[in-house]
């Protein structure tokens, strides 16, 4: 852009009108940048369409309803941190369980940990049907089946 096509030379003549200034070409900036098509703009209003509707049906309840149902899924978060913290105690106790009694038997810390992985890959793979007893029940081993893709890979 040169100083000419930033400067504007008004007339002297107080009745003529105003001249705007020359239309800037559009740089290689703007023309790569279109913006979102038709398609997309349509999607992407759609989306927001169906957050508003649901944001608005949230409102349209009773204060008393919101705050009900606000105050349930604080308890059920509760009840699952509870449970998590129950179930790492007692993780943590069988393993200083299984130390200890490892220690005992002259077995290192490594050994146990090795054979704890074994076995839970054992039961993870359908290979390890064993009931401990009556200490697992079959709606247990369902259970595992049925998350069976994710506990995998918390023991590789």
């Known amino acids: 852009m040169t100083l000419k096509d930033q400067l504007l030379v008004v ?4 009745e003529a009108a105003f001249v ?3 239309a800037e070409a559009p740089s290689k900036a703007k023309a790569e940048d279109t913006g ?4 997309e703009a349509i999607e992407r209003n759609e989306a927001l369409t169906e957050k508003l509707d649901a944001l608005n049906e949230v409102l349209a309840k009773p204060l008393n309803e919101i705050l009900a149902d606000r105050e349930k899924a ?3 978060a ?6 998590g913290a129950m179930w790492m105690l007692s993780q943590r106790a069988m393993r200083r369980v299984a130390l200890d009694l490892a220690a005992q038997l002259g077995v290192s810390e490594e050994e ?21 007893g009556g ?3 079959p709606a ?3 259970h595992i089946a049925r998350h069976r893709n994710f506990l995998r890979k918390q023991f590789r």
């Open 11 to 14: 007339p002297a003549n107080a």
């Open 20 to 22: 705007p200034p020359p």
């Open 36 to 39: 979102p098509t038709l398609e």
């Open 74 to 76: 604080e308890e059920a």
């Open 78 to 83: 509760l009840a699952w941190d509870r449970f």
């Open 112 to 132: 146990v940990v090795a054979r704890a992985m074994a076995n839970a890959n054992a039961v993870l793979n359908g290979a390890d049907e064993v009931d401990l």
């Open 135 to 137: 200490t697992v029940a």
């Open 140 to 142: 247990q081993m369902q």
